[in-house]
């Protein structure tokens, strides 16, 4: 099955109207319902979406979408267990020369193992 992963870019457009690619990630996201995509994120991205929203004065807004991702029967929540936790810092310590945060190479990771292209 093919999958999509839902960064915490795309939550956040997705869910704050005056996001920049709010529009375009919205209609991206209403598309979805004619694919047979499995959607999937991680317990890192879900944290960095709380997170932002709630350093934004949007607990409310954060707990909604908390909520939503941990009860939805669409998108697919991957904890991060210590394997894939070690497996992320494993690529966070390698690409040096980058600027990808740990949330990033944990979802590379997770990615790669789903056969999601970048």
């Known amino acids: 099955m093919n999958c ?11 869910e704050l ?6 529009q375009i990630t919205l209609n991206h996201w209403q598309s979805l319902d004619k694919t047979n995509l ?5 317990s890192y991205v879900f944290d960095e ?15 909604e979408i908390g909520k939503r991702l941990l009860t939805s029967s669409v998108v ?12 992320g810092w494993d690529y966070f310590q390698k690409y040096q020369d980058k600027s990808y945060s740990l949330t990033d190479c944990l979802s590379f ?7 999601i292209n970048v």
């Open 4 to 14: 999509l992963f839902l960064d915490t870019s795309y939550l956040i457009a997705l």
């Open 17 to 22: 109207a005056d996001d920049q690619n709010h």
């Open 38 to 42: 499995k959607l999937v994120t991680t």
């Open 49 to 63: 979406v709380v997170t932002f929203l709630n350093s934004r004065y949007l607990h409310s807004k954060a707990v």
């Open 76 to 87: 697919d929540l991957i904890q991060v267990n210590e394997v894939l936790f070690l497996e």
């Open 109 to 115: 990771v997770v990615m790669n193992k789903l056969k």
